[in-house]
């Protein structure tokens, strides 16, 4: 097996120099990401479309009926007294613009509904797939780009889906009726119009080629400063304990000023695109004017036609500022998507075994078979470890910083799998045991005590959810964490993120021990987790932990040796290695790696 290593998928999201096979990539994972959206939708979706063809034919048909009214139904009132071509014409007249205007806002309640349905479905999916992935891609992805992804990113696509998409389609639609329109009623008028086409095409490209570029500057930008944000806010402690204020203020300025100066230069390309615009539609207009005016004096064109040649080669190039400001919408879209769907691409680390083994009960011996490990290629943590942990022994895992004690607890949990080797419960590689019977038979406790929003009762019942007040009460109690919750200002049913229901470092961990117990696991990791607990609460701790871990197999993981009293075997590691193996009083007494750190030990608390 591959070792752990940089997040593939997303690692070049916030990069704006990729290469082109890269861009490819990128833009196929995109485009396959909105197909598997659009698959579910696509009956709606043609409706939409078809909604949106016929109301932009109506619309379009406007100048035309003028013309036809101008230069057939006038005349037949004028020399016939004949009113009904009139009639007809602005009956017609009205009923296109009535038709049009119903179908556009049928059209538009149809696209919200998709756009929603998409948004929904894209959501759910960021949640639940950051949620499947594996401790390896939560280490190396920061929390606020994971913010960024459900919140900026997401309203980036809303925004494309809610009035971009309608404006692209629209304009598209409305540019071609409108161009098959003009040559209809005046095929010269129309060759002028194809002669625009061509600055029209090169300012057009000029302006996508420089604000493509623009836009994915401007979303790493925004990226940047989301995620500078959060881990500040996050940090905040840590902040204000080394008076870092100064230098966040001055980090977090330049990167205002870098994400103000591409925004700056964003709107200097439609200061030149827009006024682009309006110049060649004027100029097309002017030349059509011109040309169809000699052409009427000739008697070669109808005055209706002229005016109908006008307002279709005006009505064409109104499209295209909201066409633009469209393209403003789809590169910020674009750039979500990309950073979406690789999110969504990637595949854990640690993926569920696809022929699970059952283990409905489990006696909890653990076996490291030959097991290798390592971050990366050229970090190994592990070489080549064995280990056979009986079922119900408490072991002791102590070492210097680095030794390698959370990695092997982490293979433990399954947090992680080995580059090589196997780590076994009761026999069965973890990679080939149910994910249920997995977590349901191991449990980690870690120093980091995470407190979920709602009561303490509901936190402590994470272990359990269908457990009784009175099975939770038990477990506080085996742990020592009743007495400072029946303090608090609700007991069991205090609000833990409400003002009065906080509670400290310490008591934090002994709930995160109550919620450990109470699921009631064959074998049980204590990672450091005494290191918040004072010396009366570490006291009470460790006489529940002789009871509780009486049946049940333990590996505790502590620099405070008063932890490893409790252990019926220490094993010492050092970079990755078991350097000593025995019964504490026994490494105590010896003159080994152990029996130094204790003396140092109670030298330091005596």
Known sequence: MTPPTTVHGVEGEERDDLTSDESAHIRRRSLRLLGSLLAPLRLRVIAAMTIVVVSTAAQVAGPALIALGIDRALPAVLERADWMPAFLVVGAYLLTGALGATLISWYTVLAARISQAILIDLRKRVFLQTQRLSLDFHESYTSGRIISRQTSDLDSIRELLDSGINQLVSGVLYMGFTAVA????????????????????VLTRWFQLRSQRMFRESRVRSAKLIVFFVEAMTGIRAVKAFRKERRNERAFGELVEQYRDTNARVIQLFGVFDPGLVFIGNVSVAVVLLVGGFRVADGQLAIGALLAALLYTRRFFDPMEEMAMFYNSYQSAAAALEKISGVLEERPGVPDPVAPVDLWTSQGRITFDDVTFAYAADRVVLPKFDLEIPAGQTIALVGTTGAGKSTLAKLISRFYDPTDGAVRLDGIDLRDLHPKDLRRAIVMVTQEAYLFSGSVADNIALGKPDATIEEITAAAKAVGAH??????????????NK?????????RQLLSFARAFLADPAVLILDEATASLDIPSERLVQEALQTLLADRTAIIIAHRLSTVAIADRVLVMEHGRVIEDGAPAELIGGTGRFAAMHAAWRSSVG
């Open 499 to 507: 003002r009065g229901g906080r509670v400290s470092a310490g008591q």
């Open 182 to 201: 003009l040559v209809l009623v005046d095929w010269v008028s129309g060759l002028v119009l194809l002669g625009s086409l061509i600055p029209l095409f």
């Open 483 to 496: 007495t400072f919750i029946e303090a608090l200002p609700n007991g069991y049913d205090t609000d833990v």
